[in-house]
């Protein structure tokens, strides 16, 4: 059973790495990185030539909990936590990123990260 585990884990590795080695984040134009967990989705702007975390934001902030009220299903939770990323970058100066979609398929939740954040003004 282990042995199957650590296959599926070597797995999603190749994949992202896979992505990753297309995708570099920089000053001018860093990295929007997504994370989903079964009930939980993160999303980070990441500077990779510094190698700092700029802006973050997830379905768990404190910040977010009047909002997260609202959605009705994870996929509306993940729009509101495009949005949210995407209010704070623009309020830090960051208007252009290049998207990371980790090790996931560009659909779903990640894809609403994806929509959130280009409706609230991040281009892509």
């Known amino acids: 059973m282990s042995d199957k585990n650590s296959i599926h884990q070597r797995m999603q590795k ?17 990295r929007l990185s997504v994370y989903r967990s079964a009930k939980n989705i993160y999303a980070q702007i990441i500077d990779d030539v510094a190698g700092i975390t700029l802006v973050s ?3 768990i902030d404190k910040d977010m909990v009047e909002t997260i009220k609202s959605a009705k299903k ?3 939770l993940s729009l509101l936590v495009g949005e949210n ?3 704070k970058a623009i309020a ?29 003004g991040l281009k892509f």
């Open 57 to 59: 934001s997830s379905s």
């Open 14 to 30: 190749r994949r992202q790495m896979r992505v990753r080695k297309k995708v570099q984040g920089s000053a001018v134009r860093p």
């Open 92 to 120: 830090k100066g960051i208007e252009l990123v290049v998207f990371d979609r980790n090790r996931y398929e560009y659909h779903g939740r990640v894809k609403g990260v994806a929509e959130g954040a280009r409706k609230a």
């Open 74 to 76: 994870k996929g509306d």
């Open 85 to 87: 990323v995407a209010k």
